[in-house]
Each structure stands twice: as C-alpha cells, then as structure tokens.
Nanobody, 115 residues
Framework: QVQLVESGGGLVQPGGSLRLSCAASGSIFSITPMGWYRQAPGKQRVLVARITSGGSRNYAESVKGRFTISRDNAKNTVYLQMNSLKAEDTAVYYC?????????WGQGTQVTVSS
C-alpha cells in the first residue's frame, strides 16, 4: 500500500516561490504518471501538472511557464516548483496518480499567496 505525503506549503507574497514535495512510502513506478492537484476554497480539485515515468510533462494553462513538475524515482519523490505565485494559486495542493486513485489522497499542503 502506497502512501503519499505532501509538504512544502506555506504563506508567500505574490511573485514569490515555493517548492512542494510529495514523498511516497513505496515505489512510485507502479502508479505513474504522477500529478499535482489543487483545490481552492469552494472549487473542485483540479490537475495542474503531471509527469510520466519517462519525464514527459503537461501543465494546466493557468500555471504553464510558472510551475515545474519533476520526479526523483530513486527517492520516490515528486516535486512542484512554483514561481511567480499569484493570489489565485492559493489552494490546498495534493499529489496523486493521474488519473487519481482514491486510496492515495493525502492531507495535502496549504499554499497561501497573500501580501
């Protein structure tokens, strides 16, 4: 049973950066591709970035050019580098497979962009 634990969130000013990490308790090869999702207050959870086992990446239009997803399979970890953050990036961020698997949803990590 794989467990995913997100970390790295926090409060940041507009224009700032954060790096999120998603650590898997087991091998992530079996649950690729991996994605970062976010859920803003009152809104549905949406996929913002995904990465395949081979390193191919896709991004939602809202984050393209600002966010970078990466993975370190040796460390069973997926990352999300977020630059030029905007207030509308405020949300709880989760990692999961793509498409997501119910049993892999973790607690997420809160990202708040505010001055």
């Amino acid at each position: 049973q794989v467990q995913l634990v997100e970390s790295g969130g926090g409060l940041v000013q507009p224009g700032g950066s954060l790096r999120l990490s998603c650590a898997a308790s087991g091998s992530i090869f079996s649950i690729t591709p991996m994605g970062w999702y976010r859920q803003a207050p009152g809104k549905q959870r949406v996929l913002v970035a995904r990465i395949t086992s081979g390193g191919s990446r896709n991004y939602a239009e809202s984050v393209k050019g600002r966010f970078t997803i990466s993975r370190d399979n040796a460390k069973n970890t997926v990352y999300l580098q977020m630059n030029s953050l905007k207030a509308e990036d405020t949300a709880v961020y989760y990692c999961n497979a793509d498409p997501p698997l119910m049993q892999y949803w973790g607690q997420g990590t809160q990202v708040t962009v505010s001055s």
